[in-house]
């Protein structure tokens, strides 16, 4: 019997970054979780793909647009659940276990306990607010989530947008999410380089605007001029 979990991962020049998150799958790799690695990438200039591949991942490509990168991912994944990762996101030791434990449930999704790897008292704050909005049902991407492939299509799939597909998907999903107690570490440097406070601001702007009615093309148009 094939194991359960495809991994998705969009990337675009994540070469930096990749190799920690890809190390952190072992344990599910080693548990018997894993069927596959799917990476999606966006037209990726470094060397993305072939590190991808030496992995042993099979590399989707297509417009980069995390929406549409993630909605190709899984199209392409053939586990019976899917776990979409951020290239510059970690899984902490131990989530193989609480994993396996939630796959009991096909009809429920799950998102990841989220902290930083740098920051001090700004990067508790806000990873502290982002899983308070998680529990609230809004979990972003950069906190994972364990899908069934069934519960999946039944909500649509992410929508091929460029930016707020996390969030799309996470209103469809409405009641059917849960966080797992286990821990996705993932990068500050974003943060520390725009500042916390006003990345932080940004992120609850653009936020508010997508539930306001403004589309996505404009708001993705926005945050990339900031």
Not at 68 to 94: E, F, I, N
Not at 166 to 183: I, T
Request: hydrophobic letters at 45%; glycine letters at 12%; charged letters at 20%.
């Amino acid at each position: 019997m094939p194991a359960p979990i495809s991994v998705i991962i969009p990337t675009l020049n994540a070469e930096a970054v990749l190799p920690r998150c890809l190390e952190s799958l072992m344990e599910g790799l080693e548990a018997g979780l894993i069927r596959e690695l799917v990476i999606s990438d966006g037209g990726s200039t470094d060397a993305t793909g072939a590190l991808a591949q030496a992995w042993g991942a099979e590399v989707v490509q297509g417009a980069a647009s995390r929406g549409g990168q993630l909605r190709r991912g899984c199209a392409a994944a053939k586990g019976d659940w899917l776990l979409v990762l951020h290239a510059d996101s970690r899984l902490s030791p131990g989530w193989a276990d609480v994993a396996a434990r939630a796959l009991a449930q096909a009809d429920q999704a799950y998102w990841f306990q989220l902290r930083f790897d740098q920051g001090g008292l700004p990067a508790r704050i806000v990873a502290g607010w982002a899983n308070l909005r998680s529990r609230m049902g809004l979990p972003y991407g950069d906190q994972g989530l364990l899908i069934s492939r069934t519960l999946y299509e039944a909500q649509g799939g992410y929508q091929d947008i460029p930016l707020m597909e996390d969030v799309a998907l996470a209103r469809a999903l409405k009641g059917r999410l849960a966080g797992l107690e286990a821990q996705v570490t993932t990068s500050a440097e974003k943060y520390r380089r725009q500042g916390w406070l006003r990345r932080g601001g940004r992120n609850l702007w653009t936020l508010l605007r997508y539930f306001a009615g403004v589309d996505p093309e404009t708001l993705a148009a926005a945050y990339r001029q900031k």
